[in-house]
């Protein structure tokens, strides 16, 4: 049977739990709730105290993230519509009080699982805690709902890193995810973190090997629950909505790039002919606004006889290899230079590992030491070295993924994109294959620019006169 419902139709008078809200696919998710489905009745987000501040103390603050001044001046009182509830994934129970369980288990009728540790070398126990029996803790408090009409899970295209091409399905785990569960619980932490190579194994960190856990616990409460997982790729700044470039945090790429638009990454460990896999942030979350309608409006008899699972990925619709994204980069960290570049922004990708090492020690850590021991003479706080640290341990763990090849299907994708209506398809577009990519990625320079490192777009002329110097 035909879906009729539009996606702001079927979120007209719903009630959704968001967790995870206060990151980077979080904020955008609220603010593309607010803006394309402003008939949403309320958006109940799950946060905890954090530095001596409470929920409503934080709430604000994020209210305050740039992306939300279109509501201030426009429409306030639609962001009254966003509740913050006293809440950890982490924590037995989620860390919610009876009340607060009460109203949910009452109201709440859709929910968006977005919470994770995004630390790929997190150690383990805390990976499962949070990704795994997190998102056991959130299935538990939804078996007992009594409205609930869609749950979208957020998982990761990389949970299955072992897969050469990943299906639209789960694939079982090499352990069974509750053993695991209750490992990382009765086990020494120093132990645990001894044999967690071992463990994991062939996951390359515990982010995706806890990911890959918690679709297990996923599938086996379908069709119990009508859920739904959503697999995106690493997510990258935004394409169109909020802002264009816009993004919040330093993650994966976005760290590479400003590193290497400073001039401190002068090579990385990639294979230039394999697929860079990304999604903009604002593709990502119309993905799951799209599947929550999905699932929320398709009849139990028309359902899937297994999970519905949803590759949000490029596949085949706009490839992009590691390589031009690299000298696309290149050309455009030179045409919008960043302020206090410490050395002329350049560098290489590099297949063999070999050369990279020792690239890395001329042209990484010898500068790193030398800057540092300068600093010293001078009297003046050194951080060279620290900074260098950071990098390389962002490089280290994200090779992984510049260094192997994987084929994604989207079968399921590009079903769901076709079953939306032509209105639906405009607003919440999963047309990835309209991207310019060297536009996209001069907003995603000049957005990390302006964003994340706060750097004035009026320097812009002052940087490259510094630049021709």
Not at 39 to 55: A, M, N, S
Not at 216 to 226: E, G, I, N, Q, T
Not at 351 to 365: D, E, P, Q, R, Y
Not at 447 to 453: I, M, T, V
């Amino acid at each position: 049977m035909m879906v009729t419902k539009s996606i702001p139709e079927f979120f007209r008078g719903q009630k959704l739990l968001i967790t995870g809200a206060s990151g980077l696919m979080g904020k955008v998710l609220i603010w593309k709730l607010l803006y394309s489905c402003p008939d949403v009745d309320t958006i109940f987000i799950l946060l905890r105290p954090k530095y001596g501040k409470p929920v409503e103390a934080r709430l604000e603050e994020m209210l305050k993230t740039r992306i939300f001044n279109k509501f201030w001046n426009d429409n306030p009182k639609i962001l009254r519509k966003i509740v913050a509830i006293t809440g950890d994934v982490s924590s037995n129970d989620l860390g919610l009080s009876a009340e607060s369980k009460e109203k949910l288990l009452e109201e709440v009728t859709v929910i968006f699982h977005v919470a994770a540790t995004l630390k790929l070398d997190a150690n383990l126990k805390d990976a499962v805690n949070m990704n795994t029996e997190g998102t056991w803790r959130l299935l538990q408090l939804s078996c007992e709902m009594k409205n609930l009409v869609a749950f979208v899970h957020t998982s990761t295209a990389y949970c299955h890193c072992d897969v050469p091409i990943m299906e639209e399905r789960v694939y079982k785990p090499p352990e069974d995810p509750k053993n695991v569960m209750n490992l990382v619980h009765w086990m020494d932490r120093d132990v645990l973190h001894e044999i967690t190579d071992k463990i994991i194994s062939p996951h390359p960190n515990t982010y995706t090997y806890s990911k890959r856990l918690a679709e297990k616990l996923v599938a086996d409460f379908y069709p119990r629950l009508p859920i739904a997982i959503a697999r995106p790729s690493i997510v990258i700044p935004s394409w169109k909505e909020p802002l264009p470039g816009w993004v919040d945090n330093l993650n994966g790429p976005v760290g590479i790039m400003i590193g290497a638009g400073k001039g401190v990454i002068r090579t990385m460990l990639c294979n230039p002919d394999y697929n860079a896999e990304v999604i903009p942030v604002d593709l990502a979350i119309n993905g799951l606004l799209a599947i929550a309608w999905k699932t929320g409006t398709t009849k139990p008899e028309n359902r899937y006889s297994e999970i519905p699972v949803y590759n949000l990925t490029q596949s085949d619709m706009n490839p992009m290899k590691w390589g031009e994204v690299v000298e696309k980069g290149k050309t455009i960290a030179h045409e919008y230079p960043f302020e206090m570049t410490l050395w002329y922004p350049g560098g290489n990708i590099r297949s063999n590992k070999f050369v990279h090492n020792l690239i890395v020690l001329f042209f990484h850590w010898i500068p790193a030491y030398l800057i540092d021991f300068i600093m010293l003479l001078i009297g003046q706080k050194r951080f060279m070295v620290r900074v260098q640290q950071k990098i390389h341990d962002g490089l280290r763990v994200l090779q992984y993924f510049t260094t192997h090849q994987w084929k994604f299907r989207n079968t399921k994708l590009l079903e769901l994109r076709e079953s939306m209506n032509e209105s639906d398809k405009e607003a919440f577009s999963l047309a990835m294959e309209t991207i310019n990519p060297e536009l996209y990625m001069i907003d995603c320079v000049l957005g990390a620019r302006h964003y994340c490192l706060k750097e004035d777009p009026a320097s812009i002329p002052k940087c490259r006169r510094n630049m021709k110097m």
